[in-house]
């Protein structure tokens, strides 16, 4: 004898008749058949696609903007520091020479780092006549009014 409840019908409706007929409405078959004639996509669609690259190129300005200021930042140091350099040899010139400058004004250019940088120095009396006093100014190498460093040192004349 066959198992009856291993046996799969339709769904059964009450006929008009008082019989029962078989409906095909199943609730799995809208799904069968959307499947069928619908085919699922899968992956990203266009708009998807341009809002990341959209987001994407947004960053890249950031960061590449980024990098551009920290590089002039880090151009502008250097050559504050070489400015610096500069002005400490002017005065560790004139104290290594032993020079006694007559108070006015001095001006040339010192290579250091592969440029010119431009200089000029201001020797102005004291009060003690045995002192000088010099104020170096160093300026851009390409803009001689831009001060990029300013020192102030002072000279003693020591007896002989």
Same mark, same amino acid.
């Given at each position: 004898m066959?198992n009856i409840?291993n &046996?799969?019908?339709?769904p059964?409706?009450k006929?008009? #008749?008082? =019989? %029962? ?5 199943s609730p799995? *078959?809208? &799904?069968?058949q959307?499947?069928?004639h619908?085919?699922? #996509?899968t =992956? %990203?669609?266009l ?5 990341? *690259? ?10 590449s903007r980024?990098?551009?200021s920290s ?10 520091v ?5 002005a400490q040899n002017?005065?560790?010139?004139h104290?290594a020479?032993g ?7 001095q ?14 120095e ?12 010099i104020?170096v100014s ?11 460093r300013?020192l102030t040192?002072?000279?003693?004349q020591?007896?002989?």
């Open positions: 066959s409840s &046996l799969h019908l339709p059964c409706r006929g008009g #008749q008082g =019989g %029962f007929e078989a409906t095909n409405k799995s *078959l809208p &799904l069968l959307r499947g069928k619908e085919q699922r #996509q =992956g %990203f669609t708009l998807e696609v341009l809002v990341a *690259l959209f987001i994407l190129a947004i960053a890249m300005a950031a960061v980024t990098s551009s590089i002039h930042h880090v151009e502008a140091m250097r050559t504050r070489v400015a610096d350099w500069v002017r005065l560790a010139q104290q020479r020079d006694w400058p007559a108070p006015g004004i001006s040339g250019e010192e290579a250091q780092a592969g440029q010119a940088y431009p200089w000029q201001e020797i102005i009396a004291t009060p003690n006549p045995t002192m000088r006093r104020i160093v300026y851009a190498p390409d803009d001689a009014k831009h001060v990029l300013e040192g002072y000279l003693v020591y007896p002989r």
